[in-house]
């Protein structure tokens, strides 16, 4: 039968409506003794699932068992408990109907006013390592069926997700019953509840039983199901008048799960640059910090400990570095601490913070301390949103060996100068383009960043380095179109240049380094970032 053309004349109204029979059926028990006693306090009756009903039973509250409202046992390993017209019919009677209300008498059958379920620990069961077989055994059927059906028939039912609504649901059954607005706010949550366990499925099947790998399953997934909670209200977005708020991703591994240790409220701008950090700190193997300011590096080091490598980034461009954010890829100690602590800064992200370290930069009020989650990792795939969809694409992680890079002018790099090479070209990928990153010692020296051309990168590069661009080696995190940037590099003393070639005019170019005796490798890959 398909569904009917509802008749507006057919439904008398309902608002409030008394809570007399409710039904619980609940994996996480947590407040569930206490919800049970309150409602059986205010006369209502309970009827329950297997472990459910023996956990009020022995609270020793009265329940009635649900196999006693079917006729049928709970059978199936459980798989078949609350899938029944004995229970369906009573939550998605109409009652706004007086056929359906006529119906569920002549089937002998009540209604509930109350649903309280919350579903097979699935995500957790993933989270575990669990096996497929036990996996697919905590995908809930019967739960999501009672969720939505009383979802649907909220104009009659009030159905409960989350622990965390027990008090107000029951502060509603004591002042005489709930409100159609308050079960359609409920049904809202529970459709978004049901929608997210769902996507969560479809995820595991994609990613474990179809066979994909992680990577196919979680970069270009054939149909993207992304249901997250709101993790926090931001007090504004980029500017004052937006409101914005963090959605943290289920299992997530990155900044939005970091821990704040300290300082002030995380602010939109804040997690934005609290991302560029990571992502630029963290593309290093050796102890590194970058200072971000508005998504861009103004500073980014290597060195011998986090303390050298927060002067070094520190020292590439003081001016900017006033008021930025911070990220190490190591613990900080309290030498870097000590280090940071004289500086302007709004937030440090770090996988940890030695003791000391805490003590000497949680002195400091307004500076936000990120700790990352044990398990941090750097995105495996990027989103971003454009008029009437978003773009998706896998992070850009792959960096060729400077082995395979073909040296195209000039003498082949000693040791240090090709370990600067290989630094100066993955700092640059953490810069966004057009990119020219002048690096001395492991250090960044000059960066020029965001420009529309890569002249204009390449004179900010410069004039950021100042003096210290004589002798200092570049990245140009794509070719050089013309050799007229690569000109101004040359003029300012820049000595050895990795890029990664592919211009129709690459041949004028590598004369110019030739002719100036420059150092000129080809890495035959690029790293735009924008
Ligand atoms: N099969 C069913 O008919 C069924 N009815 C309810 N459940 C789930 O069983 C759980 C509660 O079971 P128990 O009360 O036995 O702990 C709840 O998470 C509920 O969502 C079911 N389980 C799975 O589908």
């Not at 011998?304 to 954010?325: Q, R």
């Not at 060729?400 to 000039?410: E, F, K, R, T």
Request: negative net charge.
């Amino acid at each position: 039968m398909a569904a009917p053309t509802p008749n507006a004349a057919d439904y008398r109204p309902r608002d409030a409506v008394a809570v007399r029979r409710a039904l619980i059926s609940v994996s996480d028990k947590t407040g569930l003794v206490e919800l049970a006693g309150a409602l059986v306090e205010q006369g209502v009756e309970l009827v329950s699932t297997g472990s459910t009903a023996a956990t009020i039973a022995e609270a020793g509250h009265p329940v009635t068992e649900v196999s006693e409202v079917t006729g049928f046992p709970e059978s199936l390993d459980g798989r078949v408990k609350t899938l029944h017209p004995a229970v369906h019919a009573g939550l998605l009677a109409d009652l706004r109907l007086e056929r359906h209300e006529q119906q569920l008498t002549e089937l002998g059958f009540a209604p509930f006013e109350l649903v309280v379920v919350n579903l097979y620990p699935f995500v957790e069961t993933v989270a575990s390592g669990a096996e497929p077989l036990a996996v697919i055994e905590q995908i809930d059927i019967g739960g999501p069926a009672m969720v939505r059906a009383s979802a649907k028939n909220h104009p009659n039912v009030a159905i409960v997700v989350d622990p965390d609504d027990y008090g107000t649901v029951l502060d509603a059954v004591r002042a005489g019953g709930t409100d159609l607005a308050f079960r359609t706010r409920l049904a809202a949550k529970a459709f978004a509840h049901t929608a997210a366990y769902d996507a969560a499925v479809a995820a595991y099947m994609s990613a474990v039983v179809v066979g994909e790998t992680p990577e196919q399953a979680a970069a270009l997934p054939e149909r993207f199901q992304i249901t997250v909670n709101k993790g926090a209200d931001l007090r504004y977005g980029e500017n004052s008048h937006q409101m914005a708020a963090l959605y943290p991703y289920a299992g997530g591994t990155g900044i939005a799960q970091a821990t704040q240790l300290g300082g002030k409220e995380m602010s939109y701008n804040n997690y934005v640059d609290a991302d560029a950090a990571f992502r630029a700190a963290f593309d290093h193997d050796e102890p590194a910090v970058a200072i971000i300011k508005h998504a861009n590096p103004c500073g980014i080091a290597v060195g011998e400990t986090i303390a050298a490598a927060h002067a070094a980034a520190h020292a590439c461009d003081p001016v900017s570095a006033f008021g930025g954010v911070i990220a190490a890829n190591r613990v900080v100690t309290r030498e870097a601490a000590e280090s940071i602590a004289p500086i302007f800064t709004e937030v440090v992200v770090a996988p940890g913070f030695e003791p000391g370290a805490l003590e000497v930069l949680q002195a400091k009020k307004n500076l936000r301390l990120l700790e990352l989650p044990e398990s941090y990792a750097p995105v495996r795939s990027e989103l971003r949103q454009i008029s009437g969809g978003f773009l998706a694409q896998q992070a850009d992680t792959h960096f060729a060996d400077p082995a395979s890079w073909q040296l195209v002018s000039g003498e082949a790099a000693d040791e240090a100068t090709l370990a600067d090479l290989a630094f100066a070209w993955r700092a640059c990928r953490a810069v966004k383009s057009n990119a020219i990153l002048l690096a001395s010692g492991g250090a960044s020296v000059g960066v020029g960043m965001g420009q529309v051309n890569r002249v204009d990168s390449c004179h900010l590069a410069v004039t950021r380095a100042g003096e210290r661009a004589r002798g200092s080696v570049a990245a140009s995190d794509a070719f050089f179109p013309f050799a007229d940037g690569l000109q101004v590099l040359i003029d300012a003393g820049v000595r050895a240049v990795v890029q990664p070639g592919g211009s129709v005019r690459d041949e004028e170019v590598i004369a110019a380094a030739q002719a100036a005796g420059v150092t000129m490798y080809l890495t035959g890959e690029r790293h735009f970032f924008h």
